[in-house]
Antibody, heavy 119, light 108 residues
Framework: QVQLQESGPGLVKPSQTLSLTCTVS??????????WSWIRQHPGKGLEWIGY???????YYNPSLKSRVTISVDTPKNQFSLKLSSVTAADTAVYYCARVVGRYYFDYWGQGTLVTVSS | SSELTQDPAVSVALGQTVGITCQGDSLRNYFATWYQHKPGQAPVLVIF???SRPSGIPDRFSGSNSGNTASLTITGAQAEDEADYYCNSRDSTGDRLVFGGGTKLTVL
């Protein structure tokens, strides 16, 4: 059974960079079958796709966030990471990592981690 | 605003059938995928493709597509089905993954 777990600071100051890591267990990021994604949910709102990455490092980002987002992969550690720069209060959200099938849908998700942007 | 539109809330009596819809132009070209999301938990995939269920998802969950509308049907809703349900697909350009705004299902 594949499991994903997000980790990182729960509080980030405005204008700084949000950094999160997703650790994958029960399956290899390098299998080449799946993509690996970040999704967020603003408080009381719906889900927003941030972007995804292939084990080779190829990335696809939501155009609305592309200028501030970097997703990277660490295959030896079976992890992938999210960096979101120049954050504001509008970036306060629960951030989820998930496995992507066919660059299309998400079959396994992490529990999510709340990141608050505040001074 | 979301490119996929869902009703914000739907209710159903215990044991009855309920449909949750998702509308968007991209659904003319792409299937919708459906997720169940309970507070404090990870979202769970319930329907993908034309009408496929992952292992462990009860067969009371089914999906269908017609034109620009996708539907998730729960036949014989149970108390544990009370949750938020989200659809997702690609946007009209095919470049971006998008979600509907979510539907809060209440089982009465």
């Amino acid at each position: 059974q594949v499991q994903l777990q997000e980790s990182g600071p729960g509080l980030v100051k405005p204008s700084q960079t949000l950094s999160l890591t997703c650790t994958v267990s029960g399956g290899s990021i390098s299998s080449g079958i799946y993509y690996w994604s970040w999704i967020r949910q603003h408080p009381g709102k719906g889900l927003e796709w941030i972007g995804y990455i292939y084990y080779s490092g190829s990335t696809y980002y939501n155009p609305s966030l592309k200028s501030r987002v970097t997703i990277s992969v660490d295959t030896p550690k079976n992890q992938f990471s999210l960096k979101l720069s120049s954050v504001t209060a509008a970036d306060t959200a629960v951030y989820y990592c998930a496995r992507v099938v066919g660059r299309y849908y998400f079959d396994y998700w992490g529990q999510g981690t709340l990141v608050t942007v505040s001074s | 605003s979301s490119e996929l539109t869902q009703d914000p809330a739907v209710s159903v009596a215990l044991g009855q059938t309920v449909g949750i819809t998702c509308q968007g132009d991209s659904l003319r070209n792409y299937f919708a995928t459906w997720y169940q999301h309970k507070p404090g938990q990870a979202p769970v995939l319930v329907i993908f493709g034309k009408n496929s269920r992952p292992s462990g998802i009860p067969d009371r969950f089914s999906g269908s597509n017609s034109g620009n509308t996708a539907s998730l049907t729960i036949t014989g809703a149970q108390a544990e089905d009370e949750a938020d349900y989200y659809c997702n697909s690609r946007d009209s350009t095919g470049d971006r993954l998008v979600f509907g705004g979510g539907t809060k299902l209440t089982v009465l």
